[in-house]
């Protein structure tokens, strides 16, 4: 097995050139622009000190470039997850306190050995768990929170809560003292900030500039607003006059930390901690993926768990908190002109030098513009329209996302994904439990057999073609057996009965028993059973068992093959005179 497998680095770096590096390098110093303010402001998202985010953008990222197999995800804090980490550590600690940190610490930690042990053991696929309207719904309703959330500090009053319904009381109670020179900057630097985003690459592309530099320039927009913002602070004393400000961050690399080893700590935090996991990690490839096609590249899933495992694993003991690959930064890292994780890396190092050299220029910069960061940044992620996409195309899936939207925003994070999760899965017992099944007839002029409620098709009263369209298993057996007897109860002159199996990948052992049992239940009523289309591995197993020498009629290569002559033996058994020449029609005797 060769190790690159396991080091992805070993395998780019190969091939590394000049023209990567300056590449890379191009894309990292616009990242990390981009990053040293996200960074402050989803730390504080968290309710831990600003400088943790720097923290959690350095080793993280350098964890992950080993590691990882996405050449353009940019790896680091973000909302979300901020939000999830916020919402676990408060069941432990007020936000900001040093009990608060440890378990930040903690989570980072239990998350990054939960995915490296899922990339191991090769369990990507429990990602699965989470379908796209569940995560869409969670993104949706978590947007919403956290938008909800930072409005605290764009009024420049005191809230708190985890869920809207405590959020919405507690800033309705406190709205009163609204802080004047917050609120300006705080709504200047939201409406600056969305404006950006929609008008200022148009403007720069009207003016001359180019598309792709017009775009990063944009994506830049918020280095500007903490720049003004921080400078008119200074300038107008705006903090003598109430306006909260992210204060003094120490000048340091990240301090080498070990987490609290507290069995009854980390037991507290074990579910929040997979959770996140789970939730960081679809997040996370999902961006992967989306960037991987563009280029033709692809990515490793299993391997991304390692890689994210390590990165959570590196935050733990850097003073950081729990980390994912984020939309946004991906996004720019990827139009920069991203070619390897080692843009990630030169990022890492951009952030060092930025905790090391320039956090004394941040001291003043105002809190509201980090929640006007946040807010627009996450607001991005509100998706309105895909419940109704949704809801026309599904209403089992529809129900799912909603649920998820709604407990979300009434109960918190954990139990929205709970909920959005636990009903996805029952909705997909209810529907495997209940497999389609369609009555079929041969298409005139034609060897094809359809749907007799859909297509005009030939049928013959002595003949029951039913076509399964799914795997036969112990959640649909017993409703096989029912709907096939009700079947024949109700058509009187059926005297063979088909079982088209062309989509039949499997039939486990409680499917095969409820088979046997229908075989038998007709066969009492004088009714041949008969299989056709059965795949080969089908086949294999079938044959281990003694159900085909207790069938009472045959196997058929073919639907067509099975109903031709079965309406020639059919046509021999209304001539027959006796049971006797019956059988002999069937070919039984």
Excluded at 400 to 416: D, K
Excluded at 501 to 528: F, K, M, P, T
Aim: aromatic residues 6%; hydrophobic residues 50%; charged residues 15%.
């Amino acid at each position: 097995m060769k190790i690159a497998r396991y080091l992805p680095i070993l395998d780019w770096g190969s091939r590394y050139n000049s023209t990567t590096l300056t590449n890379d390098g191009v894309a990292a110093i616009i990242v990390t622009i981009m990053l040293i303010p996200q960074s402050l402001a989803y730390a504080m998202l968290a309710g831990l000190p600003p400088e943790i985010g720097l923290y959690a953008s350095i080793l993280p990222l350098i964890a992950y470039a080993i590691f990882g197999t996405s050449r353009t995800l940019a790896v680091g804090p973000v909302a979300v997850v901020s939000l999830m980490t916020l919402t676990a550590a408060s069941a432990i600690a007020p936000p900001g306190s040093a009990d608060f940190i440890a378990a930040a610490l903690v989570l980072a930690l239990l998350s990054g050995l939960f995915l490296l042990l899922m990339g191991i053991f090769k369990l990507g696929f429990l990602a699965n768990l989470l379908s796209h309207p569940v995560v869409s719904g969670f993104i949706t309703a978590s947007g919403i929170i956290i938008a909800t959330s930072q409005l605290k500090s764009i009024f420049g009053i005191k809230a708190s809560g985890a869920a809207m319904p405590e959020l919405v009381s507690s800033i309705a109670a406190t709205i009163g003292t609204t802080n004047i020179p917050t609120l300006i900057i705080g709504v200047s630097a939201t409406a600056f900030l969305f404006w950006v985003r929609k008008g200022l690459k148009p403007l720069l592309m009207r003016i001359g500039l180019p598309a792709r530099p017009a775009e990063l320039i944009a994506k830049a927009g918020p280095i500007a607003a903490v720049a003004v913002s921080t400078i008119a602070t200074i300038a107008l004393g705006l903090e003598a006059k109430g306006v909260s400000v992210v204060g003094d961050i120490p000048q340091s690399l990240p301090p080498f930390s070990v987490p609290l080893i507290d069995l009854e700590l980390w037991t507290t935090l074990a579910i929040p901690a997979l959770l996140l996991s789970i939730i960081g990690f679809v997040e996370s490839v999902s961006v992967g993926q989306t960037l991987a096609a563009k280029r033709r590249q692809r990515i490793d899933p299993d391997q991304e768990l390692i890689g994210l495992g390590a990165a959570n694993i590196s935050a733990a003991f850097s003073g950081g908190y729990p980390v994912t690959g984020g939309f946004a930064r991906s996004v720019v890292n990827f139009d920069a002109g991203a070619e390897t994780p080692a843009a990630g890396a030169f990022t890492a190092i951009g952030i060092a030098l930025a905790a090391l050299f320039l956090t004394p220029l941040l001291a003043s910069l105002p809190i509201a513009t980090l929640a006007a960061t946040i807010i627009v940044a996450v607001l991005s992620l509100v998706d309105l329209k895909t419940p109704l996409t949704i809801w026309r195309y599904s209403k089992a899936d529809f129900a799912a996302m909603a649920a998820t939207i709604g407990v979300t925003l009434l109960a918190g994070v954990e139990p929205g994904v709970i909920a959005g999760v636990g009903l996805s899965l029952a909705l997909f017992l209810w529907r495997s439990s209940r497999p389609h099944a369609a009555i079929v007839g041969r298409v005139p002029e034609s060897e094809h057999f359809r749907n007799v409620d859909r297509h005009k098709v030939f049928t013959d009263p002595r003949i029951l073609t039913i076509r399964i369209d799914e795997s036969l298993t112990y959640l649909n057996a017993r409703w096989l057996e029912e709907f096939i007897l009700e079947q024949v109860a109700e058509q009187k002159t059926v005297r063979h009965v088909i079982l088209m199996c062309s989509a039949v990948n499997a039939i486990d052992a409680s499917a095969l028993e409820s088979i046997e049992a229908i075989n038998h239940r007709l066969d009492d009523g004088g009714i041949s059973l008969h299989l056709s289309e059965v795949k080969g591995p089908v086949m294999d197993r079938l044959k281990r068992s003694h159900f085909l020498d207790q069938l009472s009629g045959k196997v058929y290569l073919s639907q067509n093959a099975a109903y031709s002559a079965l309406i020639a033996i059919a046509d021999n058994e209304d001539k027959a005179d006796s049971p006797v020449d019956i059988w002999n029609a069937r070919g039984l005797i």
